[in-house]
């Protein structure tokens, strides 16, 4: 098993490029099924969430050549229509290609993705979507979905980032024109916009609240930079924020940051954010400043993957931060881990207030999950003596060479086998 050594106090320094987003790339991958010929990604981040989404790609027949972090996936000759329940089970994200099987084939044979560590994760609003498609659906000991993508109006009950982009990769691949009402809006749903309409697509609104997609017409295969990752740049943001120093992290838009940094100038660190890159800077010497209330909320509110992160630069501050998590049912499992560092947070229901203190210590901790993962990796760097962070498997989903990410920046992390 794996573990990550962090001693703790020495302040952050140094210049990085955050690499691509984890979040743009697993729905672009799955989208590859819908180009007539073969797709370069470029800026493909290496994590086990992307090995997953190629190994499922592989399975339907795509051709797939990796060098470095540009990927080419030759779908021309894939012809399957079914992911087992391993692949299934071996992402959370396996959802996402319902739509472009569908379209692709006229068929989709799923099983659950299943609930995860932040709790039940329902995917009736993608069923939905795809029935508003004019599709079937049945449910049994699995999802089986038959019949081709004909236009029409997705109302969406609440904004979901996963059933936002089925419809749009469904409807791409259908025939007429469809309207995606309550759509989420993340950059990432921008991204795969951006990307679709490259191979030929149109697609217009992602970014806004209404997606439409004139579907019907034949893409094209070609080539694509993934966005960088804003959720490992907050990561990044909050270990510099709990560490001290300075750093600069070039690849990502600050705008997709605005709400992370805002806090994070509220808690007394200097941030300069420019059109190449984001900069911050926390005087170790001065304590950080607790800041009124967090509360997750889907974009262009905060974000709920970066809540984890952020509580642990706030759990070493002066005064009492409250945090609502309104997105997922079970998302403060890294606040055991941080109480065995010394944190003083208290939860209850979606809140948890957290009363600052001087300075964590180092202890023996597990990620629960992969933000949380990130947020115990950036305790560990603001805290006093060393953490052996265990839970790897988790981490490396989303963040591709954490502790190389740290080392980079003058964090003392290693990664050994224990
Ligand atoms: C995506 C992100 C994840 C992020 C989340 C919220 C990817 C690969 N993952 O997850 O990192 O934390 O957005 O920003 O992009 N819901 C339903 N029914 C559904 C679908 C969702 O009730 O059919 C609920 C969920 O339980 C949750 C909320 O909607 O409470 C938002 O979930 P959603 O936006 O769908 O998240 P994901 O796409 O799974």
């Known amino acids: 098993m794996s573990v990550m050594y962090i001693r703790g106090g020495t302040p952050l320094e140094g210049e990085l490029t955050v690499h691509g987003a984890k979040n743009s790339v697993l729905p672009i991958l799955a989208a590859c099924l819908l180009a007539g010929g073969p797709v370069t990604l470029h ?47 071996s992402m959370r994200s396996s959802i996402i290609f319902l739509g472009p099987l569908l379209a692709r084939t006229g068929e989709a044979h799923l099983t659950y993705p299943g609930g995860c560590e932040l709790g039940p994760r329902p995917i009736d609003l993608h069923l939905a979507a795809i029935r508003a498609l004019g599709c079937q659906v049945t449910e049994d000991r699995g999802i089986h979905c038959t019949g081709k ?9 609440l904004p979901s980032v996963g059933a936002t982009e089925n419809a749009m990769l469904c ?12 759509a989420a809006r993340e ?10 309409n490259g191979l030929g697509a149109r697609v217009r609104g992602a970014g806004g609240s209404t997606v439409t997609v004139e579907g019907g017409l034949l893409l094209h295969g070609g080539e694509y930079t993934v966005m960088g990752d804003r959720i490992v740049a907050a990561t990044l943001l909050s270990a510099c924020a709990a560490a001290g120093g300075r750093i600069r992290l070039r690849g990502v838009d600050w705008r997709h940051l605005s709400t992370v940094l805002s806090v994070l100038h509220q808690a007394g660190c200097r941030v300069q954010s420019r059109s190449e890159y984001v900069e911050l800077f926390r005087d170790r010497a001065k304590p950080l400043r607790a800041v009124p209330t967090v509360r ?13 992160p952020v509580m642990a630069a706030l759990a070493a501050s002066e005064g009492c931060t409250l945090f609502v998590e309104t997105m997922f049912d079970s998302r403060y499992r890294h606040v055991a881990e941080l109480r065995r560092m010394g944190a003083d947070i208290t939860t209850e229901g979606r809140v948890a207030l957290v009363r600052g203190m001087e300075r964590l210590h180092g202890a023996n901790v597990e990620a629960p999950d992969l933000r949380g993962g990130g ?3 950036a305790a560990a760097l603001g805290a006093e003596g060393v953490t052996v962070l265990s839970g790897l498997h988790h981490i490396d989903r989303g963040y591709e060479g954490l502790e190389t990410m740290l080392s980079s920046l003058g964090g003392a992390v290693s990664r050994r086998d224990d």
């Open 187 to 196: 950059p990432e749903i921008y991204d795969l916009q951006c990307f679709l």
């Open 296 to 308: 997750t909320a889907p974009y262009p509110g905060f974000p709920t993957d970066a809540q984890a």
């Open 375 to 377: 947020a115990l990796a």
């Open 43 to 89: 800026n493909c981040p290496r994590l086990t969430d992307v090995d997953a989404a190629l190994a499922i790609l592989r399975h339907l027949g795509c051709g797939i050549r990796q060098e470095g972090r540009s990927v080419t996936v030759d779908p021309t000759e894939a012809a399957g229509s079914a992911v087992s329940e391993e692949q299934m089970r």
């Open 149 to 157: 993508p004909k236009g029409g109006e997705v109302q969406l009950s």
């Open 171 to 182: 409807a791409v691949g259908g025939t007429g024109t469809t309207t995606i009402v309550n």
